[in-house]
């Protein structure tokens, strides 16, 4: 009878588009039921609704619930049929509930990334797995994605990363990052940051220093870096003056001969790498945010010793490992930037990251009276001035918010000799 009565179906193209909303409404509850729309009604579904409901349906579109359509059919001789039954038999095919799908699929994803966790067990790259399955964070929509595209790509790029974290995580030593994806994986391409497996390791590596992944390159170099991985050595770099290094007990004679020399001496990724420890004069240095000023006050102390850095604008990972370095051999840093929001949010940020080692170094609304120019200051970069944190800062930035103008540095260059020959 089931087959008698598909066949009947079938034959009539009146019910292709109910039994496919059947169908479509089947999986998604579960059982037979809801409601079928039909717009745009044809001549052979208008003919067949008129024989199932007894009345015309002039109309262009219609609606009625899957229960009142398999009704219809207990007049007839297929009254009482199987109609899950029917429905399998017509489209060819065993129905399936979505979420029993849903179900099964999420079954055999987490059997997937089990099987990869027990390659890792209590390991930082297994923990790392567990907490973002767990807490849906981190890498989790990325990884999620690359499941559902394909899952074999996937597994090999997560068993890369996850020996890649292991081992920079383990004993953190300076190694190109070129040579380790190499070492890892055979490529050194793998880890590049313009591809899957790159952007894979800097969320796991962010995951295990407790840090949001990192949003710009300089921010990537830095977590790199914090692993032992160098990437971009050479390109990125920082100015010094008055800075004398050290391997081990052994001076730098690179360094130490432009120290000697009182010139300025570009320093990179590269070089810093090779260093253990720095000096600077008196324990202190002096860092400006503008080049110009930078070699302004270096030319003028001419031969005078004085230890200086230019971060030339937005600091880079270069200058910042410098002054990591000079912070732990108990130098201190005085910091001096222009006066607008960009000036502000950086030394808002070097704050924070080295607080009673770093001096703002005429940083203050006084100091911005006397250098104000006639600049006006947008209202979107006004705006980035909210977000300052440092105490100190908020003072000058409701200054600079008021005023609506920004200051140079420029205009200080005689304060600055004057403290640096003084201190």
């Given at each position: 009878?089931?087959?008698?009565?598909?066949?009947?179906?079938?034959?009539?193209?009146?019910?292709?588009?109910?039994?496919?909303?059947?169908?479509?409404?089947?999986?998604?509850?579960?059982?037979?039921?809801?409601?079928?729309?039909?717009?745009?009604?044809?001549?052979?579904?208008?003919?067949?609704?008129?024989?199932?409901?007894?009345?015309?349906?002039l109309q262009k579109s219609a609606s009625f619930t899957v229960e009142k359509f398999i009704n219809a059919f207990e007049a007839t001789r297929y009254r009482g049929i199987?109609?899950?039954?029917?429905?399998?038999?017509?489209?060819?095919?065993?129905?399936?509930?979505?979420?029993?799908?849903?179900?099964?699929?999420?079954?055999?994803?987490?059997r997937y990334f089990e099987s990869i966790i027990n390659l890792f067990k209590e390991t930082p790259a297994g923990l790392w797995l567990e907490d973002i399955l767990v807490s849906r964070n981190n890498a989790y929509v990325v990884i999620n994605s690359k499941y559902n595209e394909d899952p074999e790509h996937l597994r090999r790029l997560l068993t890369q990363v996850c020996h890649?974290?292991?081992?920079?995580?383990?004993?953190?030593?300076?190694?190109?990052?070129?040579?380790?994806?190499?070492?890892?994986?055979?490529?050194?391409?793998?880890?590049?940051?313009?591809?899957?497996?790159?952007?894979?390791?800097l969320y796991a590596l962010a995951a295990y220093y407790h840090l949001g992944y990192p949003k710009n390159a300089e921010a990537q170099m830095e977590l790199l870096y914090r692993a032992g991985l160098i990437y971009d050595e050479v390109s990125n770099?920082?100015?010094?003056?008055?800075?004398?290094?050290?391997?081990?007990?052994?001076?730098?004679?690179?360094?130490?001969?432009?120290?000697?020399?009182?010139?300025?001496?570009?320093?990179?990724?590269?070089?810093?790498?090779?260093?253990?420890?720095?000096?600077?004069?008196?324990?202190?240095?002096?860092v400006f945010e503008n080049p110009t000023v930078f070699s302004e006050v270096a030319g003028l102390l001419e031969s005078q010793p004085a230890s200086l850095i230019c971060s030339a604008g937005n600091v880079k990972v270069a200058t910042l490992l410098l002054l990591d370095i000079i912070v732990k051999g108990g130098s201190e840093i005085y910091y001096s930037g222009d006066f607008d929001s960009e000036g502000l949010v950086i030394a808002d940020k070097l704050k924070k990251r080295y607080g009673e080692k770093l001096t703002l170094w005429h940083f203050t609304?006084?100091?911005?009276?006397?250098?104000?120019?006639?600049?006006?200051?947008?209202?979107?970069?006004l705006k980035k001035l909210?977000?300052?944190?440092?105490?100190?800062?908020?003072?000058?930035?409701?200054?600079?918010?008021?005023?609506?103008?920004?200051?140079?540095?420029?205009?200080?260059?005689?304060?600055?000799?004057k403290d640096i020959e003084r201190l």
């Open positions: 009878m089931p087959h008698e009565f598909v066949a009947y179906l079938k034959d009539n193209p009146g019910y292709r588009r109910m039994m496919k909303q059947i169908r479509w409404k089947y999986e998604s509850l579960g059982h037979l039921g809801g409601t079928i729309h039909l717009d745009k009604i044809s001549d052979d579904e208008r003919a067949v609704l008129r024989s199932l409901f007894k009345k015309n349906y199987d109609f899950e039954a029917v429905l399998s038999l017509y489209f060819n095919e065993k129905l399936s509930w979505k979420k029993d799908l849903r179900s099964q699929y999420e079954d055999q994803k987490g890649g974290l292991n081992q920079s995580v383990a004993q953190p030593q300076k190694v190109r990052l070129a040579l380790f994806a190499s070492r890892v994986t055979k490529d050194p391409h793998a880890f590049d940051m313009n591809c899957d497996g790159g952007r894979l390791l770099y920082t100015i010094c003056r008055g800075i004398h290094a050290f391997i081990g007990d052994t001076s730098h004679s690179g360094w130490a001969g432009f120290a000697n020399c009182s010139e300025p001496l570009h320093v990179s990724l590269w070089n810093i790498g090779m260093i253990d420890r720095v000096t600077c004069v008196n324990n202190r240095v002096f609304p006084e100091a911005y009276e006397t250098v104000q120019s006639k600049k006006k200051l947008s209202v979107a970069r909210d977000k300052i944190e440092t105490l100190e800062l908020k003072m000058l930035a409701e200054a600079i918010k008021k005023s609506g103008y920004c200051g140079y540095q420029e205009m200080l260059v005689d304060v600055y000799l």
